[in-house]
T-cell receptor, first 113, second 112 residues
């Protein structure tokens, strides 16, 4: 158990819908990272927040957004969902913002029908 | 675009050393090299990271070529629990801050 929690574990929705994935980092960790894992694209970094502020951005689509709240939990919002958005979404956390060991949660499996 | 290449799969016998290679010929001077592994049905797990010098920790060693265009993750004595997909990752800086570029991963099988 990494100490990072993600909810829900599974999510099934329809194209065009909007969903919110939630992540609680390990106690004391200030950075939260979001990743997408799909069969065709592999693991891709989406975005990083550090202490409530966006710190880095990867291959995140404009339809996707994230935020980190004062209690340091984070949410990833996915809108106008397409079939190709079906994937495992991982959240990870680390103590600070650079060159740190990241601790990954168990993931949320999103299925778009 | 920076990227890494890794063999699709490798096999090892239990209690023997394993050398997992990664090529990253487009790496820049400030890009770190990270290795994570993913056990079945789990999120990735940190293994090791480095910049220029070889690195050792309780899990593994990381050997980085002098020109930094390749690196090798070394598991000194493979156990059955080490069967996983091993990802070589470049930790880059771009206009948006850091960017983690994952390789395709090497699936390691450990034979008893």
């Amino acid at each position: 158990d990494s100490g990072v929690t993600q909810t829900p574990k599974h999510l099934i929705t329809a194209t065009g819908q909007r969903v919110t994935l939630r992540c609680s980092p390990r106690s004391g960790d200030l950075s939260v990272y979001w990743y997408q894992q799909s069969l065709d694209q592999g693991l891709q970094f989406l975005i990083q927040y550090y202490n409530g502020e966006e710190r880095a951005k990867g291959n995140i689509l404009e339809r996707f957004s994230a935020q980190q709240f004062p209690d340091l939990h984070s949410e990833l919002n996915l809108s106008s969902l397409e079939l190709g958005d079906s994937a495992l979404y991982f959240c990870a956390s680390s103590v600070s913002d650079l060159y740190n060991e990241q601790f990954f949660g168990p993931g949320t499996r999103l299925t778009v029908l | 675009d920076a990227k890494t290449t890794q063999p699709n799969s490798m096999e090892s016998n239990e209690e023997e050393p394993v050398h997992l290679p990664c090529n990253h010929s487009t790496i820049s001077g400030t890009d770190y090299i990270h290795w994570y592994r993913q056990l079945p049905s789990q999120g990735p797990e940190y293994v090791i990271h480095g910049l220029t010098s070889n690195v050792n920790n309780r899990m593994a060693s990381l050997a980085i070529a002098e020109d930094r265009k390749s690196s090798t993750l070394i598991l000194h004595r493979a156990t059955l629990r080490d069967a996983a997909v091993y990802y070589c990752i470049l930790d880059l800086f771009n206009n948006y801050g850091q960017n983690f570029v994952f390789g395709p991963g090497t699936r390691l099988s450990v034979l008893p």
